[in-house]
């Protein structure tokens, strides 16, 4: 007569079988440094600290672009990035060496880098400088194909119509006296 218990037999068999397949698997997939310091693969710190620098902040322009770095500190732009609006310094130089162009905007892509923080924009803070940008070059009589760098010098954007203004104000106090 058949044994009435082979049904759970067969069955812790499976179960137990599967358990150790799971087991087993583990064992051997995990990789080796799996759960040195935590739930990850403590390998993984080393690798990522290997990896070769892409972006240098300002501090890797500098050395090579005093004149730049210290117009820009100065300005209203002094908090940004160059790397923002240029290309992360990895692309550009190495060591004391310049190995490629460093790209640059010009033309319609140079107004949608600057309109991309300046436009008015309803959610920015109120104090942030926002223009319309048909508005504004509409108030200034000049074609909306202007670029922003034929008014403002892009590293320091007030700089020069700040030097016009003064040159203004000087001239009517000439003309007063
Ligand atoms: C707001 C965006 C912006 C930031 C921030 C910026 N640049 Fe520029 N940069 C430009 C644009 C746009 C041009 C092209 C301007 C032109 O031809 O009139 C340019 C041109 C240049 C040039 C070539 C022309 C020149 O003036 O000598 C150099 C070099 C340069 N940038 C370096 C830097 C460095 C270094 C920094 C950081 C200290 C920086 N830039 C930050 C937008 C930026
Ligand atoms: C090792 C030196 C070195 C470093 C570091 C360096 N540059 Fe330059 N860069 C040069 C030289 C050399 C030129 C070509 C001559 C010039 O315009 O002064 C140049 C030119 C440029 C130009 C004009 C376009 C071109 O490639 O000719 C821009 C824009 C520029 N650099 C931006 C930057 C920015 C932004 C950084 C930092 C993220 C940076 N550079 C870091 C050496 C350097
Ligand atoms: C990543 C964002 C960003 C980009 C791109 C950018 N700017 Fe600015 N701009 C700023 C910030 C931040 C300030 C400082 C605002 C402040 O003082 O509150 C500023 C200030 C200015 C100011 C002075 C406004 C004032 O009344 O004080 C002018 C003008 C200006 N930018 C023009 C430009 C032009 C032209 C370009 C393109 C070449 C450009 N910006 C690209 C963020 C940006
Ligand atoms: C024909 C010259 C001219 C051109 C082109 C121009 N601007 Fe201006 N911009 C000015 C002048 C002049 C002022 C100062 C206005 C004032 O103080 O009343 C100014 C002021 C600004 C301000 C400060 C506004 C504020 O409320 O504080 C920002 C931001 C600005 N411009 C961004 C840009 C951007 C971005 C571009 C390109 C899309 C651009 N401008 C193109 C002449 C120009």
Redo the contacts with the bound molecule.
């Keep these: 007569m058949e044994n009435p218990n082979r049904f759970w037999i067969r069955l812790t068999v499976v179960f137990v079988g599967i358990i150790a397949v799971v087991v087993l698997g583990r064992m051997a997939m995990l990789p080796e440094s799996w759960g040195k310091y935590g739930y990850y693969r403590g390998d993984s710190i080393e690798e990522e600290a290997q990896r070769a620098m892409k972006y240098g902040t300002n501090e890797s322009c500098k050395g090579c672009h005093s004149e730049v770095s210290e117009l820009k500190s100065h300005s ?2 002094q ?2 990035s160059c790397e ?2 240029h290309a992360p310094v990895s692309e550009h130089a190495k060591g004391s060496n310049k190995f490629a162009v460093m790209p640059t905007k010009k033309g319609k892509e ?1 107004i949608g ?2 309109l ?3 436009q008015k924009t309803i959610g920015r803070p109120e ?3 926002m223009i319309d940008h048909a508005r504004h070059l509409a108030a200034q009589k000049v074609k909306p194909s202007h670029t ?2 034929q008014c ?1 010098t ?1 590293h320091a ?2 700089e020069n ?1 700040n030097h016009v203004k003064d040159q203004r104000s000087l001239k009517e106090a000439l003309n007063e006296n």
């Design positions: 209203a732009h908090r940004l923002m609006c140079q880098l600057c991309s923080c300046h104090k942030f400088p922003c760098d403002h892009v954007p007030l119509i």
